[in-house]
């Protein structure tokens, strides 16, 4: 069981990615996913996350307006959009995910790093 992230990189402040969590072992649908993230030299911060009941989405409000979370259940993905990014968004970013519907974040896929710079 496990979470693979993608899709982070380079990009200039304005800029957009898309982030991608594919769930291998585990289907994502049946389980709240999220996104948290780690700068440097910062704790790590709850991003995103959507719930496996009725897909209701909850945004840090550091990004509410910028960033879209969203789930595509026949691909077994969860995705992170992220728009107008700024420099203040570079981090490592993780997909997690309640695996055992506890309510923790019990579940964590290895980090992407997303850089934010000109």
């Known amino acids: 069981v496990q979470l693979q992230a993608s899709g982070g990189g380079l990009v200039q402040p304005g800029g957009s990615l898309r982030l991608s969590c594919a769930g291998s072992?585990?289907?994502?649908?049946?389980?709240?996913v999220g996104w948290f993230r780690q700068a440097p030299g910062k704790e790590r911060e709850a991003v995103s996350c959507?719930?496996?009941?009725?897909?209701?989405?909850f945004y840090a409000d550091s990004v509410k307006g910028r960033f879209t979370i969203s789930r595509d259940s026949a691909k077994n993905t969860v995705y992170l959009q992220m728009n107008s990014l700024k420099p203040e968004d570079t981090a490592v970013y993780y997909c997690?995910?309640?695996?055992?519907?506890?309510?923790?974040?019990?579940?964590w896929g290895q980090g992407t790093l997303v850089t934010v710079s000109s």
């Open positions: 997690v995910a309640d695996r055992w519907r506890t309510g923790e974040w019990d579940l």
């Open positions: 959507i719930t496996s009941s009725n897909g209701n989405t």
């Open positions: 072992g585990i289907t994502l649908r049946d389980h709240n």
